[in-house]
């Protein structure tokens, strides 16, 4: 193929990526430009562009307001304790569940691996009713506790088949050496399995905590004052105080880039991970 | 009967730990399965009970034995079919576009340019910012006066006058469908990045060499050995459209009427709004079962991927 042909290629390549990608960053740069904005800037229309900075809405975002129900930290001080346990059971579950399924041989065990695979297809929605008038009957509505087994279950599937691509990929002679010496199933795992695959452990975790963290309906659902979790927090900045759009993407630039930051670092994971172990990105 | 399960399993020290293998197995399974039963098993069984009775939120106590009533009524309720056909129409919609712009990016982003690698890094943006976010930012972007999308369409010369686009079913459906290809295209991309960044290089050399047009290397090639790639990313991204509450509760709502009504939004409705727990029921397992109908398939075909290699 003809030098100049494949220059006219590449230059084509950068004319469609490039307005691409400014596409997919557009509503991600308007939450950030909007979130340093004045007051009445933020909405103003034509945009303006030649504004001052501004923190306030971030630092009025953490000033706790009398009368709210439950101030902006607080939501996030939830949702940080909620994906953190979240993602600490659901490791520990999911890592025993995945060892079982990567190492033994069983009856069933074929039923169960697609089983735990199949339960990614059910829809928050439909698994909600039940749940919600077992959390209510269980006087546990409004607590921690009813968002984290449910968020570690939707998590399991994730969990399970991630670690379990990882395990298979530990030589199987260390786990039998250590079988030799003498060492249990649970000994095998903690001092001999776990610490091989720990960085694999460490790109699980932090896609569960991003899942957990990101959950939107079951915490709308359950959760009223104590339990709320940011995400609510930011749909209620337009349903309750109208609409409040400099502290809303304050709130959202706050919520959002941890997670961006957690993507970013676990990228070379990312498509192993949410692909469960099908593509080794 | 449990042993290491591996090429070695018939390993002296594997054999002889054969007959006691089961219960470790089972312990190690048992916290996970228990967790998943709890959100998937249980839920079932309950809104098969909880579907033959009329039962209301408010007072769940009194409820009523009607048989198969909910079912006749949701069959015939104009919400429900649209709430399950928008589903479908929403899903197709949104990944086919995301399969055809996620193959185009990613061809691009495998070419050994100056700077693919830091945008490939910026793509991953849209898939980390929290749903309900992405939503609600497209909802403003997308509302005149203020929104932006108007506003520069109309300053491009694109659009004559300002568009309501959530306002009228069609360009609603299609706000969703482009809220969804901007959030999951990047990752569909990532994907078949992957595909084809692993294509065997010899191959293509030797395709070149023999001289083999550039259109001829896709079509012989890399569409062939993409299509393990392609079925998994449509396969994830069909599941995950098909599930979407986050999205249309943010964006639309649903509206305007109920041209945009997902099905898991319409259980939410029925069960949370209108207190109608036992028809919500009625429609939470009838979604279930055209859901397993559907997904069955594809995701034994995506166990089938993750365990072949």
């Not at chain 1, 494949?6 to 230059?11: A, H, V, W």
């Not at chain 2, 070695?8 to 007959?19: E, F, L, Q, V, W």
């Not at chain 2, 079962?289 to 991927?305: A, D, N, W």
């Amino acid at each position: 193929m003809g030098i100049r042909l494949r220059y006219i290629e590449n230059i084509l390549a950068y004319l469609i990526i490039i307005p691409l990608l400014l596409l997919f960053l557009f509503p991600f740069l308007w939450l950030i430009i909007t979130s340093v904005k004045e007051g009445t800037d933020a909405i103003a229309i034509p945009p303006i562009w030649d504004f001052h900075p501004t923190f306030n809405n971030y630092i009025s975002l953490f000033r706790s307001t009398e009368g709210r129900s439950a101030d902006f930290s607080g939501m996030l001080v939830s949702s940080v304790i909620v994906s953190v346990v979240t993602t600490i059971l659901g490791l520990i579950t999911g890592t025993m569940g995945a060892y079982a399924i990567a190492r033994y041989k069983f009856k069933g065990k074929d039923f169960i691996s697609t089983w735990t695979l199949s339960t990614l297809m059910v829809p928050a929605a439909v698994s909600l009713i039940p749940i919600f008038l077992l959390v209510g009957s269980l006087n546990l509505m409004d607590t921690y506790i009813a968002l984290i087994i449910p968020y570690v279950a939707f998590n399991l599937p994730l969990i399970i088949w991630m670690i379990r691509g990882f395990i298979l990929d530990v030589p199987v002679a260390i786990e039998e050496a250590a079988m030799v010496d003498g060492c249990s199933t649970f000994q095998i795992l903690w001092k001999v399995v776990i610490p091989l695959i720990l960085p694999g452990m460490a790109a699980t975790s932090i896609l569960a905590l991003i899942q957990s963290w990101n959950e939107f309906l079951f915490a709308l659902v359950l959760t009223r004052d104590m339990a709320k979790t940011a995400p609510i927090g930011i749909a209620e900045f337009i349903t309750m105080y109208g609409i409040q759009w400099g502290e809303m993407t304050a709130a959202s630039i706050v919520i959002t880039s941890p997670i961006i930051i957690f993507t970013i670092f676990v990228r070379k994971y990312l498509v192993r991970g949410l692909t469960f172990g099908a593509v080794k990105g | 009967m449990a042993t290491l399960s591996t090429r070695t399993h018939d390993a002296p020290i594997a054999r002889k730990k054969k007959s006691k293998m089961n219960a470790p197995a089972i312990i190690l399974l048992a916290p996970a399965v228990l967790l998943l039963l709890s959100v998937t098993l249980y839920p079932f069984l309950y809104l098969l009970y909880t579907s033959f009775f009329s039962q209301n939120l408010m007072n769940p106590s009194a409820k009523a034995w009607i048989g198969f009533g909910n079912y006749a009524a949701l069959f015939k309720d104009a919400d429900v079919i649209r709430g399950f056909t928008n589903t479908l129409v929403f899903a197709f919609g949104a990944v086919g576009i995301q399969m055809i712009l996620g193959t185009l990016i990613a061809l691009i982003l495998d070419k050994d340019l100056p700077g693919m690698k830091a945008i490939t890094i910026m793509m991953l943006i849209p898939m980390s910012i929290t749903p309900i976010v992405g939503a609600l930012t497209w909802k403003y972007l997308l509302t005149p006066p203020f929104g932006w999308v108007g506003y520069y369409l109309q300053k491009l010369g694109i659009i004559d006058q300002p568009i309501v686009f959530l306002g009228s079913g069609f360009s609603a459906m299609m706000s969703m469908i482009a809220l969804d290809v901007w959030n999951w295209t990047p990752f569909v991309a990532l994907i078949l990045l992957a595909g084809l960044k692993s294509r065997p290089h010899d191959q293509l050399e030797a395709a070149s060499i023999d001289g083999a047009r550039r259109y001829q290397v896709f079509i012989y090639i890399t569409l062939p050995f993409l299509k393990r790639f392609i079925l998994i990313a449509v396969v994830l991204r069909l599941i995950e459209a098909f599930k979407n509450f986050t999205g249309v509760f943010g964006l639309t709502n649903g509206g305007p009427g109920n041209s945009t009504l997902l099905a898991s939004l319409v259980v939410y409705r029925k069960a949370l709004e209108s207190f109608q727990i036992g028809y919500a029921a009625a429609i939470a397992f009838i979604f279930l079962i055209l859901l397993s109908i559907i997904t069955t398939p594809l995701i034994g075909r995506l166990q089938k991927e993750i365990t072949n290699d």
